[in-house]
């Protein structure tokens, strides 16, 4: 382009942002490395070319962004982009750019966009932000059917049984029965090199009337059907199905690493949620239950590795859980007969927020409708008893800090239970701040809706515009910050010399609710979940809608962090923590976690400015 061509693309870019942030030499250096392309709505899509990545700059025209099925990700007009995503992560584009209006598109090559990237942080920010924001969208969680988007490392035994070639089928037999499994990998040199089920057995020994002494090389299935670590359990039904097979080696480089049966895949299926639930519900005995829910633990890898959002893992991990509680009252109500006076029982923390993860503990406690006599508090004492411990043999472990129905204090009538919050309300000390973090976040699992209705009514009638408590509140949740340091590096917890990592949980998320939380006790919303909070929040334009939009964004890309993070460790066998590794991502990850810590850190700026200001 000459100087005269030259100028109007320079003015229009420099309109733009993040263009507008580059000085002016860079800018005309950029400007100068465009070329123009038309796209005609007759084109039906714009040509992407896989070898050429580029960055698209709509001048005119309406775009419409979708991805491999067709679903709509964006649309696009004048000053917006697209093919930033493989610019930032090397990958081929997957989405397809339909043409909606004749238009003109500037092409940015991709050293001209990795120099602005080097020479600008605004820039380089502003399409990693777009990027993240791509990526959410993208994984927005759609009811799928988790049998078919499972990885089969979430189902497969890991360390499955083996012998060598010249082990004997008696000697074998022997094995496969005490460690009660229905086959056994043989191995020769370090190498698979055959399957001895008990199929082989019966067909090839037992049938044929040969010794046990025989060697199991001349009785398994030699070069058995092998599935690499990374296939779907969708791929592995339609191998068994294929070979009529109910075994499958799987193989990791080259390695016998496990081995998936079609009972684990059943077992898979039977773990997806709505069945799981229903299960639940038709179980008659406690032993039972407690068998039951040893499939909790599959959904939530399942649920990961389906890839669904970090907000729909916590709400479907929750009406498990809620189910489970129900169930056990109702069992135990069984025992015991029928109660007294009409009851809720309460749950708090995550399972009160509906964003409950693995390693989740028990928070909590019982509301009665008045207070009960010595006859009424002896069942509920043994009610609630039985309650915490079938959620302990279960998997929810006893509350470190005893708050649990089974701990009188948690178990009050309704006018005992309003005594206690407005005392917390009104003498905002430091302990009754402290449990403001887990009771405020508080819901009904079972009972009267009426009941808990007067309790949290009655609650947020004493929180709403209570300028001292909610001062208290802010400066408690103010204690933790986001782990950011200096130049914006992660700071790191540590365990005397053990470095652990960046805490997730107690660094990310709990701070979001925290903030969410002293939002909706000021303004009376009685949501407790925080995706839920910050949604109400923004409707009422108690916060204005860019930056609950960012928090939201900010707490669902650090909860599917943490989650993947724990389901990578589960995989890997290893003890499932909050903690990340930084350098076991991406650079591109580390600069979006960076940013979402710092909206958390803008917007504990925020809470303190609107909470604080007269104190």
């Known amino acids: 382009m000459d100087a005269s061509e030259l100028q109007p693309v320079t003015d229009f870019i420099k309109g733009l942002v993040p263009f507008g942030t580059l000085s002016d030499l860079t800018l005309e250096r950029c400007c100068k490395s465009l070329s123009i392309g038309y796209h005609s709505k007759a084109s039906g899509f714009v040509p992407l ?3 050429h990545p580029q960055l698209y700059i709509v001048r005119s025209g309406a775009f419409e962004v979708r991805d491999k099925n067709g679903e709509l990700l964006d649309r696009l007009g004048e000053g917006d982009y697209f093919g930033f995503p493989s610019l930032l992560s090397g990958e081929d584009a997957s989405n397809r750019v339909a043409i909606l209006e004749d238009g003109l598109v500037y092409h940015l090559p991709p050293d001209m966009f990795d120099l602005l990237r080097v020479e600008s942080r605004e820039f380089d920010r502003f399409f990693n932000r777009a990027f993240a924001k791509r990526l959410r969208h993208q994984g927005r969680f759609k009811a799928k059917d988790l049998t078919t988007t499972s990885r089969i490392t979430s189902l497969m035994s890991r360390t499955p049984l083996t012998i060598d070639l010249k082990t004997s089928v008696a ?3 022997r094995l496969m029965r005490k460690a009660r499994v229905s086959s056994v990998l043989v191995i020769d040199n370090n190498k698979l090199v055959g399957i001895l089920t008990d199929k082989d057995l019966r067909n090839r020994v037992l049938a044929e009337n040969l010794n046990g002494d025989l060697p199991v090389h001349q009785a398994m299935t030699c070069n058995p059907v092998v599935i690499e670590s990374n296939a779907l359990v969708f791929e592995a039904m339609l191998l068994m199905s294929a070979h009529n097979i109910h075994h499958l080696p799987v193989l ?14 059943l077992r898979g299926q039977s773990s997806q949620p709505l069945l799981l639930i229903g299960e639940i519900e038709r179980q008659n005995d406690i032993a039972s239950l407690i068998q039951v829910s040893k499939q ?3 959904l939530l890898q399942n649920l990961i590795s389906a890839d669904a959002r ?22 135990n109500q069984q025992i015991l007969g029928e109660a007294p006076m009409a009851f809720c029982w309460l749950a708090f923390g ?11 503990d028990q928070d909590n406690g019982l509301l009665l409708a008045h207070e009960p006599d010595d006859a009424a508090a002896g069942y509920f004492e043994a009610l609630s008893r039985a309650v915490c411990k079938g959620l302990d043999e279960c998997g929810y472990v006893y509350c470190p800090g005893d708050i649990m129905a089974q701990n009188p204090k948690w178990r009050m009538s309704l006018q005992r239970w309003q005594q206690v919050f407005d005392k917390w309300v009104n003498t905002p000390e430091p302990k009754a701040l402290m449990h403001a973090s887990i009771f405020f ?18 609650v947020l009638s004493k929180t709403k515009d209570n300028d001292i408590f909610l001062a208290g509140l802010t400066g408690n949740s103010l204690t933790s910050t986001p782990p950011l340091g200096f130049f914006r590096k992660f700071v790191l917890e540590r365990d005397g010399s053990e470095v652990k990592g960046i805490d997730l949980k107690h660094k990310g998320n709990a701070l979001i609710n925290d903030i969410a939380r002293v939002y909706a006790l000021s303004a009376g919303i009685k949501e407790v979940n925080t995706a839920k909070r910050i949604r109400a929040l923004m409707e009422q334009n108690i916060i204005n809608r860019k930056d609950a939009l960012n928090l939201a964004d900010a707490h669902e890309f650090i909860a599917h962090m943490r989650l993947s993070n724990q389901g ?8 499932i923590t909050n903690y990340l590794m930084p350098q076991s991502v991406s650079s591109l990850v580390r600069h979006q976690l960076r940013d979402a810590f710092k909206v958390v850190h803008d917007g504990q700026v925020g809470l303190k400015l609107k909470m604080m200001r007269n104190f």
């Open 49 to 51: 070319d896989p070898a």
């Open 171 to 173: 000697e074998a037999s």
């Open 252 to 265: 990791d480089k080259g390695q016998a690493t496990g081995i998936v049966t079609s009972t684990d895949i």
């Open 296 to 298: 909790i633990p599959l």
């Open 310 to 331: 970090a907000e729909e893992i916590g709400r479907v991990l929750t009406s498990v859980t809620d189910a489970l509680t129900r169930r056990l009252i109702v069992l």
């Open 350 to 360: 995550s399972q009160g927020r509906q964003d409950q993860a693995a390693c989740s």
């Open 441 to 458: 976040d508080m819901r009904s699992v079972y009972g009267p809706h009426s009941l808990f209705d007067s309790l949290q009514d009655s």
């Open 568 to 575: 990578l460790q589960y995989t890997q066998s290893i003890p």
